[in-house]
């Protein structure tokens, strides 16, 4: 049973780190290089969801949603219009998750919770941390694109699960 835990922990880790890699290109676009953030970081997140939802080409059915939203432009010079088009953008990138409930091992319980708390988390940071601004455009744009990232990677029903 602990190596079954072990392996587990270790796989947890590794989504970790793709989702790392995904909030490095998400932020490294906020500097130069749109395409990054734009075609990069979404086909990556694709890809590393496609390996851990054992092989379910339906988890490419985000990546379109992702480019999408990754498409939209959240700045504006007016609190309210920033506020406006932070939550539009954060609202898009959370409900680009909807497309797993096609998953072929679509789990409501998994689904709905984290689900629901992407689409409470990420439009409330986006729009805290780019209108409020209480940390450099470098970490506000790491940690978006973190939890963005976090919330695809964690909502898949992995091959593991399924023991």
């Not at 490419?60 to 609190?79: D, N, S």
């Not at 539009?88 to 679509?106: E, I, P, Q």
């Not at 744009?141 to 091959?159: C, D, H, Q, R, Y």
Request: net charge positive.
């Amino acid at each position: 049973m602990l190596g079954n835990e072990r392996k587990l922990q270790i796989r947890v880790f590794v989504k970790l780190l793709c989702v790392c890699v995904f909030a490095l290109l998400y932020a490294w676009s906020g500097m130069e290089m749109k395409w990054l953030r734009r075609f990069v970081a979404p086909a990556w997140l694709g890809l590393c969801m496609f390996y851990f939802s054992g092989w379910d080409w339906r988890v490419f059915i985000q990546v379109p949603f992702l480019i999408l939203g990754l498409h939209l432009g959240y700045g504006a010079e007016t609190v309210g219009a920033k506020l406006a088009r932070r939550a539009l953008v954060g609202l898009t990138l959370a409900g680009s998750n909807l497309s797993h409930a096609l998953d072929k091992d679509f789990s409501k319980r998994r689904f709905w919770g984290v689900f629901g708390l992407a689409l409470l988390t990420i439009p409330v940071v986006h729009i805290y941390l780019g209108v409020i601004n209480p940390i450099s455009a470098r970490a506000e744009e790491t940690i978006i694109g973190f939890m963005v990232g976090l919330a695809s990677m964690f909502i898949i029903k992995e091959k593991a699960d399924a023991n």
